[in-house]
């Protein structure tokens, strides 16, 4: 009797599991997510480690790019996967600083963690930080170093300079090469208000072969695959752009043809092709001298395509062929009826096929009199997996000019504002009366994550790293940074450590959804776990569980 009292009603049905209390819950989702952190820790910073993931499909990646790694892994814990959504929004909204904020949400759950065992309650641990965030935030603004104005995107050397930055935590040493392919691209389409500026509009082309240093950017477009016809090279070209086939019209329904004698089967031969080839003429006098299509050319339109001298392309992605359609500013036509008016003509200075490595790619380009929507940066490396991460290292830079053309605002980078941090809100919470005083602080040491991790990727005494910079920022110098070239410390906007900043809008939005994410794991007291769906488990050796496929 008292054994079946103690067991108590039973709420759920056999086979589900339920966790309760700061141990079981609270404790275990700290730790998951501190095992997630610690994972991408290593990859923080320029002299960061790669990860080699073989995802569900088996396809490698071998990179230090956290935002890659969370998108590649299958994560089942459920508070590891509200850190992987919490990056995923990063990655959507501003495009860098992921792998920040993935370290700093496992140290801010492991100081809370420690406050836990001295005897917070989770609700005061929240307080905490929740009025520490808000303090971060003034903070933030108090640092600014400078701000970039309209001026500045008209220069590409202001923008290399933000853009190295981003890269360098992904591709070291080359940081300089890839920032400059980056912002001659952006400067290349900035509108007149770099607040619209678009990452569509700078499209990324990778070439194997060759060395990263052959890499270009084109004032245009590059279309990875070689013309349909003889056509090579067309100069100062109007283009018309199709999404169907450029081919003899067939009938929505079967139909049925009577041919009586051979003379009634040339004259129906002849007939179609008459038809093609005055459409075909009717086109190329209108002015066309390119074309592309979305679906298929034919055999006797190719025909007639060369015979009036029009380079043909066939371009099956519908984002490709849009692309194409704002480079050029013609409009996009379902299918090709014969003469096209000028005002649904495109115009290229100079269209014609190009030799890189071992493929023949199609370059749509505008001369430098010639405004463009969209520029190009074709990428060469001697294998896919440089080319893949030298991808990822571009498209964080073209991120980061989005983002600069929304807020113009930067920090010192290199650790420095982050120590800045740290010290003023420990400053502050030394001022706060009650249990919340603690909970400050420890948002305020969690800062310290960001330079002792990048003195320990570089194999530095992270301990004394991080005490030089509290003496140096106790006397003012608020720029002064981990220097991972000299092995010490210096300032992060001087020319000798490379001018390194980070952008305002990256800092704190990554900072604002770390907090969030830490507060959310806090708040949960209880984890209520449904029986997995399907049959019982089968025997290993004789093949596993079908649903497993």
Known sequence: MIGNMRAGPSLFKSGARHLSGVEQAIVRNIEAVKSLAKMTRTSLGPNGMNKMVINHIEKLFVTSDAATIMSEMEIADPAAKMVVLAAEMQQQEIGDGINFLIVFTGELLNKAGELLYMGLHPNEIISGFSLALQKANEFLEQIVLGEVDKAGFNDVKVLQSIVRTAIMSKQNGNEDLLAGLVAKACHTVMPKNPFNF?????????????????????????????????VRKVKDAKIAIFTESIDAAQTDTK?????????????????????????????ADSGVRVVASGSTIGEMAQHFLDKNGILSVKIPSKFELRRLARASGAKMLVN???????????????????????????????????????????????????????????????????MLGRDGRYLAGAGASEIELARRIGEFGEKRKGLEQYAVKAFGEAFEVVPRTLAENTGLDEMEIVSKLYAAHEKGNI????????????????????????????????????TDVAITVLRVDHIMMSKPAGGPRMDARRGGHWDDD
């Open 479 to 514: 720029n002064v940074g981990v220097d991972i070239l000299g092995e010490t410390i210096g300032d992060a906007t001087s020319e000798e450590l490379g001018n390194i900043r980070d952008l305002l809008a990256v800092k704190a939005n990554a900072i604002k959804l770390a």
């Open 255 to 283: 139909g049925t043809v009577l041919l009586e004698s051979a003379a009634d089967l040339l004259s129906y031969n002849e007939g179609e092709e008459k038809h093609m080839e005055k459409m075909i003429k009717s086109l």
């Open 336 to 402: 090709i009826k014969g003469a096209v008016h000028p005002d649904d003509q495109g115009f290229f200075s100079n269209v014609y096929t190009r030799e890189v490595g071992d493929q023949r790619v199609i370059v749509f380009e505008q001369d430098e009199k010639d405004s463009t929507q969209i520029a190009t940066i074709m990428l060469r490396a001697p294998t896919y997996n440089i080319l893949n991460d030298l991808e990822r290292a571009c498209n964080h830079g073209v991120n980061t000019c989005r």
């Open 198 to 230: 678009s990452v569509d509009n700078v499209r990324i082309v990778k070439v194997l072969g060759s060395s990263m240093h052959k890499s270009e950017v084109v004032r245009g477009m590059v279309v990875n695959r070689p013309p349909t016809g003889q």
